[in-house]
């Protein structure tokens, strides 16, 4: 438990590589043997916000009086290019080598710790292991933890396959929980559904604002590890009077589970709420697999196509740079497959006749202020999807699959067998 292991299809965000050693502590192993580590995010105040004309800009800003060396440290640290042929110069080389011909440094001398310093040792810390005594004492000091109701707990891992990288955060959510921090207007008192939530954190920001957000992914232990981070974050939720409720929601099913004896399951309330009331669909860094893209795409179209309001759905995620064999050059498969499943969305009118919707595609502006700190860097987009119903009577099929049916005021799904038809029809695509 003194390093981390790295295979080769081992992902790691760089989300935590600008957090302090003392705000990310390792607190126990999930069930499936990973390191869980413990991140404590602060929302800045409004004299905080960052600039963002240049991505990055605040966050370089943040860090340089931190790492701004001091006078002595300056004078102990500068280096001084020697001429040729004076010594420590290109003309002294051969008198600096060793017995084997190498060049043998001459490093200075270190101070003896004991010795007074102006700078302090530096110990690098890769995992440290954490107790909740120590994090209850922690919260009673530098002003309970800096303002406690500022501070977001986030639970996640560090390092995963790419199958349990909802275990990790990344840059996505960050963009999108800013976005509702700079426009809560937006989403005050609403009902909100979210897509792929992994960790949770842009749900517990959404939960500051909106009423009831259903915050929805797949697997026993990352939901698990969603539910203890929204139980962490009452604090931030509780004085606006919203419920987060975590949820499973299967992309890649047709169904919704209502069997009251397995765990994340769905009412028969909770189904005709979402149907009756959402009016807004989020989803955080979701689209890097094109499976998972599809996935997400079918559900959208679907759920649109059966919930009674129009529907803003926004969607995050990061624009990801590769190197392919396939086209010896850098590209972004996953980036170019979203793209064209928004297009395909958009222009089909057709067959938004036939859902009983229309789709409009807006793909925002990030220059709204940063609230979270991290590195905002261009690749980093948001994208409004609007779905209106349409005044039409009866649809007829569905451009997904077989079988739709909806009227102008669409009829929610029934449970029978302790499941709730979310996909109507056989998906072949």
Request: with cysteine; hydrophobic share 30%; charged share 25%.
């Given at each position: 438990m003194n390093q981390i292991t790295f295979q080769h299809d081992t992902v790691l965000s760089d989300v935590h590589?600008?957090?302090?050693d003392d705000r990310r502590l390792m607190t126990r192993l999930n069930a499936a043997g990973q390191p869980v580590f413990l991140t404590k995010f602060r929302i800045l105040s409004d004299g905080e916000h960052h600039d963002?004309?240049?991505?990055?800009?605040?966050?370089?800003?943040?860090?340089?009086?931190?790492?701004?060396p001091s006078e002595d440290e300056d004078k102990d640290t500068r280096v001084t290019p020697a001429n040729d042929g004076e010594e420590g110069g290109t003309g002294s080389v051969e008198s600096c080598l060793d017995v084997d011909g190498d060049i043998d440094i001459q490093r200075r001398p270190r101070k003896d710790p004991g010795e007074e310093s102006s700078r302090d040792l530096v110990r690098p810390i890769i995992l440290k292991q954490a107790s909740w005594a120590r994090e209850e004492e922690d919260e009673g000091t530098e002003d309970e933890d800096e303002t406690c109701k500022d501070v977001i707990k986030i639970e996640h891992t560090m390092a995963t396959s790419l199958e349990?990288?909802?275990?990790?955060?990344?840059?996505?959510?960050?963009l999108l929980?800013?976005?509702?921090?700079?426009?809560?207007?937006?989403?005050?008192?609403?009902t909100v559904l979210e897509l792929g939530a992994g960790t949770g954190l842009t749900s517990i920001v959404m939960g500051s604002v909106?009423?009831?957000?259903?915050?929805?992914?797949?697997?026993?232990?990352?939901?698990?590890?969603?539910?203890?981070n929204v139980t962490l974050n009452q604090h931030i939720i509780q004085p606006a009077g919203g419920e987060v409720k975590v949820r499973q929601l299967d992309w890649l099913q047709y169904d919704l589970c209502t069997d009251?004896?397995?765990e994340f399951s769905w009412t028969e309330e909770e189904v005709a709420d979402l149907y009756d009331n959402t009016e807004i669909i989020i989803a955080a860094d979701v689209c890097y697999e094109e499976d998972l893209t599809d996935g997400l795409f079918r559900t959208l179209y679907r759920l649109c196509s059966n919930l009674r309001h129009t529907c803003t759905i926004f969607i995050s995620l990061e624009k990801r740079m590769n190197f392919t064999l396939r086209h010896m050059d850098v590209s972004c498969d996953a980036y170019n497959h979203f793209s064209r499943c928004l297009q395909q969305l958009e222009e089909e009118e057709e067959e938004e006749q036939k859902a009983g919707r229309r789709f409009t595609v807006e793909r925002l502006a990030t220059d709204f202020r940063q609230s979270l700190l991290y590195e905002r860097i261009e690749q980093l987009e948001l994208w409004k999807v609007t779905a209106t119903a349409l005044?039409?009577?009866?649809?007829?099929?569905?451009?997904?699959?077989?079988?739709?049916?909806?009227?102008?005021?669409?009829?929610?799904?029934?449970?029978?067998g302790g499941q709730v038809e979310l996909l109507r029809g056989q998906v072949d695509r």
């Open positions: 590589m600008l957090q302090p963002n004309s240049d991505p990055g800009k605040g966050l370089k800003e943040a860090e340089e009086e931190r790492c701004e349990d990288v909802g275990k990790q955060v990344w840059l996505g959510a960050f929980a800013d976005f509702i921090l700079a426009q809560p207007h937006l989403f005050r008192g609403a909106a009423t009831t957000l259903y915050c929805t992914d797949v697997g026993e232990d990352l939901l698990s590890m969603c539910k203890r009251a004896d397995v005044p039409v009577s009866t649809v007829t099929s569905d451009p997904y699959g077989e079988g739709l049916k909806c009227e102008t005021e669409p009829s929610h799904p029934q449970g029978t």
